[in-house]
């Protein structure tokens, strides 16, 4: 069987029951990280949220969907494309790591803007059951394709993967039939975007290509559901989405995986830092340097990582001088510089005055990223680190697996240490009731009648 029709099988047929518990709770706390990066999303520290905003506003009012923390009712398509950018605007948001996607940035957007939709137009409430296997759907077809991908990354593999498991999502929460959930597909296929030029730039357009791909699953599901032919052939065809878009690649193990009814969302990781992810373990490997040995700007002369290929495309940048805030969260050498100097890298690490501050852009110049052992294009581990003190000490530090990995998962204090983090760099307060309503519905998503219910609870009302 090809991947495509395996695929198509597998979105149509996966039933709540179907879930492992594992993977209902692994669902129940992603979801709740999403949610709580995509609200930290709206505050001041993005301020390119309020063009997104504006922006969407003016393709009309409606009945459809909400955006998140100030609650604007816009057309579905609309209100997912604001969520989606709010969601991956600070490099927050969970990723796959071995397909390299972020599975839930266009895809929680989509869903959660499609079921408030189906709720006000349609009449159907969606229920916490069917949100949580929609999301599964979606997962699962967002990284099994991307995990097929042999060469480097020149397309935007987060938003393109994101935005086909988004309309495999969306098709599930229908009940569509296979003919139907093919043309959402290839329909969507026909409507991604995103390439790695916004990511070699730092341009704050790589959120937006996220934002874009929630729209297009949207409205490429309308376009579906009311009778628009597509493409048939969007993946393995000769123009289709893996020839074309990833130019090598091996469907066998995705294949494997879907023949063991394996969950893609529990081989999610949370990101522990609102960086690029292939930053991630160097900085951990700094973290615990730094308090082993009481490390600073200024007893530290230099630090050399060693890492897979794709780690130095994604995050070997050079320091510069003015940068914008999406360039430096993936400059490596300003983040290991963050870390030396507060500890760790969290929201509040690009201020103003942090982006202009002197020490860290001198201490740039003492970071080198150089190859490893490992040359699978894909790969963010293993990574490992020498740290040169000034007086000729050296400390080794070494990674084979990401803070944050199934292989290193968070504790549920640390997953709500990050909650409660990115609820406080909301544009709008969440005061402790609100919080733990929030946290009690995720809890309990399951049992969830009507996922309006969760919305109405990421909104916060003016006086």
Known sequence: MRLTEALLHHAQTLRYADLSPEAVAATRVFVMDSVAVGLSGSGPQVPLTQAVRRSAASYGKG????????????????????????????????????????????????????????????????????????????????????????????FFRPSMCGALGAAAGIAHLHGADEELLRRALGLTYSHLSGTMQAHVE??????????????????????ARNGFPAPRDMLEGSFGYLPLIEGEFDVGPSLQKLAMREAQILTVSHKVFPTGGAAHAAQDMLMELRQQHGLGLDNVAHVEVQAPPLVRRLVGRNYQPAMET???????????????????????AYAPDKL????????????SLVPNDCDDP?????????????????????????????????SRAQQLEKFHHCLDHAARPFDAGQRNALISHFD????IDDVRRLVDLLIVETP
């Open 378 to 410: 894909n790969a963010l581990v293993p990574q490992s680190m020498t740290v040169t003190l000034r007086d000729g000490q050296m400390l080794h530090n070494h990674r084979d697996a990401a803070i944050g990995s199934p292989q290193r998962p968070l």
């Open 326 to 348: 999406s360039y430096a969260r993936l400059c490596l050498p300003f983040l290991l510089g963050t870390v030396l100097l507060d500890g760790k890298v969290g929201l509040s």
């Open 356 to 367: 202009t501050d002197a020490r860290l852009a001198a201490f740039a110049t003492q970071v």
């Open 63 to 154: 009945a459809g969907a909400r955006v998140w923390v100030t609650g604007e009712l816009l057309p579905a398509v609309s209100a997912a494309m604001v969520n989606g950018y709010q969601i991956h605007s600070q490099e927050f948001d969970c990723v796959h790591m071995p397909a390299v996607v972020h599975p839930l940035a266009v895809i929680q957007s989509a869903l959660l803007a499609a079921a408030e939709q189906r709720a006000n137009i349609d009449g159907v409430p969606v229920d916490g059951k069917a949100l949580i296997t929609a999301l599964n759907v979606a997962v699962d077809v967002a990284t099994l394709i991307g995990i097929s991908g042999r060469a480097p990354m020149r």
């Open 202 to 223: 730092g341009s704050p357009t790589l959120a937006l290509q996220v934002a874009l791909n929630s729209r297009a699953a949207l409205s490429c599901w309308e376009l």
């Open 444 to 447: 309990h998503l399951q049992d």
